[in-house]
C-alpha cells in the first residue's frame, strides 16, 4: 500500500472543495491507488507530467478537477510515497 502526505497548500485547496467534489477527488484516488500497485495508471484518471515543472505530476478527477503530486521518498521498501501538492481546477497549474 502506498503512503502517502499533503502539503499546507493542498490542505487549503481541499477546503475550498465542495463535498461532492471532494468525493469525486476520493473516488479518483481509490482507482490511483490501485493503479499504483498494478504499475499502470488507467486512461480515465489521465496521469501526466506537469510541463514546466520539473518531477510534478498531475491527476484528472473531474473535467474541470486537477491535483497534482510528486513522488518523496518512500517510507516503505517497496511502495510509493506521494506527496499532494494542490488541487482544484486548472488555475492551479500557475504554481503546481
Same mark, same amino acid.
Given at each position: 500500500? @502506498?503512503?502517502? /502526505?499533503w502539503? @499546507?497548500?493542498? %490542505?487549503q485547496?481541499? /477546503?475550498?472543495l465542495d463535498p461532492?467534489?471532494r =468525493? =469525486?477527488?476520493?473516488? %479518483? $484516488?481509490?482507482?490511483f491507488?490501485?493503479?499504483?500497485?498494478?504499475g499502470?495508471? #488507467?486512461?480515465?484518471? +489521465?496521469v501526466? #507530467?506537469v510541463y514546466? =515543472?520539473?518531477g $510534478?505530476? /498531475?491527476?484528472?478527477? =473531474?473535467?474541470?478537477? #486537477?491535483?497534482?503530486?510528486?513522488?518523496? /521518498?518512500?517510507?516503505?521498501?517497496?511502495?510509493a !510515497?506521494? $506527496?499532494? +501538492? #494542490?488541487i482544484?481546477? !486548472?488555475d492551479?497549474?500557475?504554481?503546481?
Amino acid at each position: 500500500m @502506498p503512503t502517502y /502526505e499533503w502539503l @499546507p497548500r493542498f %490542505s487549503q485547496d481541499l /477546503e475550498k472543495l465542495d463535498p461532492d467534489q471532494r =468525493a =469525486a477527488f476520493q473516488a %479518483s $484516488v481509490r482507482q490511483f491507488v490501485e493503479d499504483l500497485e498494478v504499475g499502470k495508471f #488507467r486512461k480515465g484518471l +489521465r496521469v501526466k #507530467r506537469v510541463y514546466g =515543472a520539473r518531477g $510534478v505530476f /498531475e491527476l484528472t478527477w =473531474a473535467d474541470d478537477g #486537477r491535483a497534482t503530486f510528486h513522488y518523496g /521518498e518512500p517510507r516503505v521498501a517497496g511502495q510509493a !510515497h506521494v $506527496v499532494w +501538492r #494542490r488541487i482544484g481546477k !486548472h488555475d492551479i497549474f500557475g504554481k503546481p
